[in-house]
């Protein structure tokens, strides 16, 4: 293992299609997912990102927004060496992408090299809200080397700008960007299933299905997820072959009625999530958290799509035994953390991971009541952490971090949430209601209190009330009115 040269960092943004700078078009993500993928195969390796954030421009104001990122690198070349390798294979040729140095550990560096001067840290990166804000994700406590004061005093000192950077959620081919705390969005559920819990699953009955999911876009519903294997307790396991003939016909049919429509698939099977991308699905979400195929995450990093990594023990014929808990916002936080670290490791960006507490999954009545109630604690917990345990070098007894640190407890950067409590027992218990249809009503109880502790997504079946829901939701406690 090469040692690490402290903390590598880059901004790194993707120039809107219509700047004079950028001789390309094309979707701005897949441009920066590319740029990740150049730097682990010429420069080091990513270890972590932050969010994606559309960003005004800040200098050349009449352009369309730019989206920014900032990286960390593990590498074992110098800063010049670093800078030729970047201006060899990021920024020759066409221009869709720019890539800056910001900090280099604590090292000061002023040097000429044959293709111009070098400069760390960054000249302007303590003026520039697109570089700070994403860097927050990362780094809020650093300190800079130069200044001598951390990345969030430099943040905070800034002016309050008319056009804050926004967190974004990429989603599709079309270049579809979701902000980030400011709406909830609303997923309704399509079960190709001939047995769900819920008793709404079409079976492999298309027609059926396309008629769900066009009354749920009609009902408001921003998102589908298409499930083709029920995960009810002991329920039993579809293979590979009949769960990928349940759910592309499904998807195919959808997205040639919707073709903007975000879609997910609701799969634990790598060879069922590659065949749904490649049917229309723009996400894919794993209810064991990508442990039960060892190929998912692989699969979903070539793919570049967003996954949805959910809190489950076992599997849905064990995970009722499985109940026991020390404290559970803490333990579903430490567990989850684990499957949110691999998927880095897999090369998937921050951006592109979305964490699931699993409500109703391997969970009693307490403990799902209990996780709503603590919503915000999980959004805190994977939000940005300090840096608990300074090292020079990083051994292999920790999780290797390009700052110089080991991170003990590597809780993630600023996570995007999902809660899905739709129509579970706990509900029917709570209300009296042995009808999971008749529990639309207890649902949106959680959706109201999942926006309150800062959701992003909620996962339903009832899509009308809980889009209103979210709606008021929303106003209370995000937008205002």
């Given at each position: 293992m090469d040692l690490v040269h402290d903390f590598t960092s880059f901004a790194i943004w993707s120039c809107p299609p219509s700047n004079p700078r950028c001789n390309l078009s094309g979707n701005r993500a897949s441009n920066l997912h590319r740029a990740v993928q150049e730097l682990n195969a010429h420069a080091g390796r990513?270890?972590?990102?932050?969010?994606?954030?559309?960003?005004?421009?800040?200098?050349?104001?009449?352009?369309?927004?730019?989206?920014?990122?900032?990286?960390?690198?593990?590498?074992?070349?110098?800063?010049?060496?670093?800078?030729?390798?970047?201006?060899?294979?990021?920024?020759?040729?066409?221009?869709?992408?720019?890539?800056?140095?910001?900090?280099?550990?604590?090292?000061?560096?002023?040097?000429?090299?044959?293709?111009?001067?070098?400069?760390?840290?960054?000249?302007?990166?303590?003026?520039?809200?697109?570089?700070?804000?994403?860097?927050?994700?990362?780094?809020?406590?650093?300190?800079?080397?130069?200044?001598?004061?951390?990345?969030?005093?430099?943040?905070?000192?800034?002016?309050?700008?008319?056009?804050?950077?926004?967190?974004?959620l990429s989603l599709g081919p079309h270049d579809l960007l979701w902000p980030l705390h400011t709406k909830t969005y609303v997923m309704g559920i399509v079960n190709a299933t001939p047995d769900s819990f819920s008793g709404d699953g079409v079976?492999?009955?298309?027609?059926?299905?396309?008629?769900?999911?066009?009354?749920?876009?009609?009902?408001?519903?921003?998102?589908?997820?298409?499930?083709?294997?029920?995960?009810?307790?002991?329920?039993?396991?579809?293979?590979?072959?009949?769960?990928?003939?349940?759910?592309?016909?499904?998807?195919?049919?959808?997205?040639?009625?919707?073709?903007?429509?975000?879609?997910?698939?609701?799969?634990?099977?790598?060879?069922?999530?590659?065949?749904?991308?490649?049917?229309?699905?723009?996400m894919v979400n794993d209810v064991s958290g990508a442990t039960a195929d060892s190929n998912m995450l692989a699969t979903v990093a070539a793919a570049q799509v967003p996954i949805v990594l959910m809190h489950m023990r076992g599997t849905p014929a064990t995970m009722t035994f499985q109940k026991t808990y020390n404290d559970v916002v803490a333990d579903v936080i430490a567990e989850l953390t684990s499957s949110l670290d691999a998927a880095m490791a897999a090369g998937i960006p921050t951006w592109h991971v979305v964490a699931d507490p699993g409500i109703g999954f391997a969970k009693g009545l307490a403990e799902n009541v209990t996780l709503l109630r603590h919503v915000s604690k999980l959004k805190a917990a994977w939000a940005p952490c300090p840096l608990l345990v300074r090292r020079r070098y990083s051994g292999a007894a920790c999780s290797l971090q390009t700052w110089g640190f080991c991170i003990v407890n590597s809780l993630y950067t600023s996570k995007i949430r999902v809660i899905g409590a739709s129509r579970k027992a706990f509900l029917g218990t709570l209300c009296g209601k042995p009808n999971p249809a008749d529990r639309g009503n207890a649902t949106a109880g959680t959706c109201a209190a999942a926006v309150a502790g800062g959701a992003d997504v909620v996962r339903v079946h009832d899509v009308a009330v809980c889009v209103d829901v979210c709606k008021v939701s929303d106003a209370i406690w995000r937008t205002g009115v």
């Open positions: 990513v270890v972590r990102t932050s969010l994606l954030y559309t960003t005004s421009p800040q200098y050349v104001t009449d352009q369309p927004q730019f989206l920014n990122a900032v990286l960390e690198l593990s590498t074992s070349l110098s800063a010049v060496d670093l800078l030729l390798v970047l201006l060899g294979t990021l920024r020759y040729g066409p221009r869709v992408l720019d890539v800056d140095i910001l900090f280099y550990g604590t090292h000061v560096v002023h040097a000429t090299t044959a293709v111009g001067p070098l400069i760390i840290p960054h000249a302007l990166l303590h003026e520039r809200d697109f570089v700070l804000r994403p860097l927050l994700d990362l780094a809020a406590d650093f300190v800079h080397p130069i200044l001598q004061q951390t990345i969030r005093t430099l943040h905070a000192a800034l002016p309050v700008p008319t056009n804050p950077p926004i967190p974004v079976g492999v009955d298309v027609t059926a299905a396309l008629a769900a999911a066009t009354a749920m876009v009609d009902q408001g519903a921003d998102m589908l997820d298409i499930g083709g294997e029920s995960t009810k307790p002991h329920a039993p396991v579809v293979s590979i072959d009949d769960e990928i003939a349940r759910v592309v016909p499904v998807l195919r049919a959808i997205r040639h009625a919707f073709p903007l429509l975000p879609l997910s698939i609701d799969t634990t099977k790598a060879r069922v999530a590659a065949a749904a991308i490649e049917a229309g699905a723009n």
